[in-house]
């Protein structure tokens, strides 16, 4: 085919394929068979691949996937992404309506819509194509994703219409319910750990460096605003409408009301009606319609005053406990898991949760056979809160709590002041030596994110790993063809092995650890109670790990946050002749064992003696926050207390945390307060 008429045809595919995109995923009225579609982008990929050149932007071919990102760009925002406050009180929402109507000649309408429980995006088009996608980050910058959100078919990559030349549209990416449980059932049968929830899992999926592993994801964007200049309305309702005519597809849920009755009806119709969605959501967000008002009333620093999300409370369930399973962690604390009659909860199906240690079992008085109720804390994690005692049989036997490890038999033990029941067989424990090996490989310790638990997991049931040593011994020979066999959901075996970019990924990732500061090395090493700040402040401290491992406990004393129970800890980790030689081995392997000297400088003394409680979501990372306390002389305490000087608040403060606050009379300062106390 000549040059000129393969791009004639290449036009009019892109044409045709979009249009039935467009009939499929906006208007849910497809005009063409699945199989005369796919005959159509075949024909289309076949062309691009014999003609490059040709490929353009708004190519339907961009939904498969096939770029592959090293490294994200960031990208600054044409318009600040500001974030929402949080309510999760209608007295809140009674203030908030008192706020707006004293600032307004005339009473406002509202529009509510759904809080979609995902990742924000805003989505640039030049011209009527997709230029650009990006993630709201701080919001002044954020990550540039085109490559993945091309992939999602609700995102349009052409506009139709008498669009404008410059337009940003804005929403949210989220994951389905029916394509979060089938990525984690594929996750958990490669040994992976499933993600926690959809939002987590929109996330990462929006930050994979191939996109067509993104495509496969099932994600879904739901638009909720559009700025730029020539846009029609002068209200948010009609506003969103009009977008439907250039390509996007209007919201599921979009309601123009009067007054608090109309917002409250909303809000009691979706807390009851968001079980039968089929994507997460975890509010209502509401909105003063028209454009002139939304100038009148104005915006802080980082929220809109003209807007408010109002969060649901956490749902509860009551369900039959099944049986209790008593699992291993890494530091020999042995911990009751709940096996529970699944219930759907928050949107996912609930079949476990903790019963954290046996006085929490004691003090709820679980019994065989009991319904127990349910939560999830934060719409995430599901918690136990209660026995419903009218269902509990007049018969019911208590549950007793172990008396030896159920992995290696030894015989459990509670140290003096514990509430924890552990096994002291911390050498010979398989999932104590496995959980350490996860725990070194984390993200805040060593950071070799090309293994998992699955892959650990492998690599101990091969013999290769068994101490934190091992990792920096392991040979591309070893590794490459390992394999492990698994179940599929009809209960056929299945192989899962290394392959060759896997192995050089865990190889590339074991050695870019070797670059890791020594405060984390240190943190890595799982001392019992010496967690990540513990051991930022010993790093400090020392300088070096031969200065913590001859530290007498007198000297570890002086460090700020270590007591009798960490500096036995400490000295007893030291002591043992196995962690030592498992040191020189990390040594030798080029791991860092001194500290950088610029990090452990001391900025000021400004908030020497002052403890303060970070709570939110700030500009910049909140350990970037946590280390200017430090560097100043403050003291990071992770709750509030008398003894607290003030809290340091970004967006998404948590409520408890502010109610205790103001009930105590402790400051809350801002992020820009915080930062203008530095300078003074």
């Not at 759907?344 to 065989?368: C, H, P, Q, W, Y």
């Not at 090309?450 to 040593?469: C, F, P, Q, R």
């Not at 860092?592 to 001391?602: C, D, I, P, R, V």
Request: glycine share 8%.
């Amino acid at each position: 085919m000549e040059v000129y008429s393969a791009e004639e045809r290449i036009n009019h595919l892109v044409r045709e394929i979009n249009r039935h995109n467009y009939q499929y995923y906006m208007l849910d009225n497809p005009t063409i068979s699945d199989y005369d579609f796919d005959q159509l982008l075949q024909e289309l990929i076949d062309l691009e691949a014999a003609h490059p050149e040709l490929r353009r932007p708004d190519s339907p071919t961009q939904r498969v996937g096939g770029t592959v990102t090293k490294r994200f760009e960031s990208a600054a925002h044409l318009y600040p992404m500001q974030s929402l406050g949080n309510t999760y009180s209608q007295e809140e929402l009674t203030e908030f309506d008192r706020r707006v109507r004293e600032l307004l000649a005339v009473p406002p309408a509202y529009v509510c819509e759904l809080k979609y429980d995902g990742v924000a995006i805003s989505l640039i088009y030049e011209n009527g194509v997709l230029t650009r996608a990006v993630t709201r980050g701080d919001g002044s910058r954020g990550d540039v994703v085109t490559a993945n959100v091309r992939t999602i078919r609700t995102v349009p990559l052409q506009l139709q219409g008498d669009f404008p030349p410059l337009l940003e549209a804005r929403g949210e990416i989220i994951m389905p319910f029916r394509s979060f449980e089938q990525l984690n059932a594929e996750r958990e049968e490669i040994g992976e750990a499933p993600f926690a929830n959809p939002r987590n899992a929109a996330s990462g999926s929006l930050k994979l460096q191939d996109s067509a592993e993104v495509a496969k994801r099932g994600l879904d964007f739901k638009l909720y605003f559009a700025l730029g200049e020539q846009l029609p309305g002068d209200n948010h309702f009609d506003r969103l409408q009009a977008l439907h005519k250039w390509g996007f597809r209007k919201p599921d849920v979009l309601e123009k009301v009067n007054g608090l009755s109309g917002i409250y009806q909303f809000l009691n119709t979706w807390d009851v009606k968001r079980k039968q969605l089929p994507y997460p959501i975890d509010g209502v967000v509401i909105k003063v319609n028209d454009f002139d008002q939304q100038r009148q009333v104005g915006t802080t620093a980082k929220s809109p005053r003209w807007a408010i999300a109002y969060k649901f409370k956490a749902e509860r369930v009551s369900t039959p406990l099944l049986s209790v399973d008593f699992q291993v962690g890494r530091t020999g604390i042995v911990t009751p898991v709940a096996n529970l009659s699944p219930v759907s909860l928050a949107g996912t199906v609930v079949k476990r949760a903790t019963l954290n240690n046996a006085d929490f079992m004691a003090e709820m008085d679980i019994r065989e056979g009991d319904h127990l109720f349910v939560e999830k804390g934060g719409e995430i994690i599901p918690k136990i809160v209660g026995v419903d005692l009218d269902k509990r049989s007049p018969e019911a036997q208590r549950i007793p709590f172990i008396t030896h490890c159920p992995v290696c038999g030894a015989e459990l033990r509670k140290a003096d002041g514990e509430t924890g029941i552990f096994c002291p067989n911390a050498d010979h424990c398989a999932p104590q030596i496995k959980g350490r090996l996860e725990h070194f490989i984390a993200r805040k310790a060593m950071n070799i994110d090309s293994l998992g638990e699955g892959k650990i997991d492998m690599l101990y049931a091969h013999d290769l790993v068994t101490n934190i040593a091992d990792l920096y011994a392991l040979t591309y020979e070893q590794l490459l063809g390992l394999e492990k066999i698994v179940e599929d959901d009809s209960g056929k075996a299945k192989t899962i092995s290394f392959r060759e970019k896997t192995v050089q990924n865990i190889l590339s990732g074991i050695e870019a650890s070797k670059q890791v500061p020594f405060e984390r090395v240190l943190f890595a090493l799982g001392i019992r109670f010496v967690g990540e700040v513990t051991a930022r402040k010993l790093a400090r401290h020392f300088g070096s790990m031969d200065a913590v491992a001859n530290a007498p406990k007198e000297e570890l004393l002086e460090v700020e946050d270590v007591g009798e129970r960490v500096a036995d800890s400490i000295i007893a980790y030291f002591n043992d002749i196995e962690n030592l030689h498992i040191l020189m081995r990390l040594r030798d392997a080029g791991l860092q064992f001194t500290l950088n000297a610029e990090k452990s400088q001391t900025v000021s003394q400004k908030l020497n003696g002052k403890n303060i409680v970070v709570s939110g979501v700030f500009t910049v990372p909140r350990d970037a926050i946590k280390e200017l306390v430090e560097q100043h002389g403050g003291k990071n305490v992770s709750s509030i207390s008398k003894n607290t000087t003030f809290v340091l608040a970004g967006e998404k403060m948590g409520p408890e945390k502010r109610k205790k606050a103001v009930s105590l009379g402790i400051p809350i300062v801002s992020e820009e307060e915080f930062r203008n106390m530095l300078l003074d």
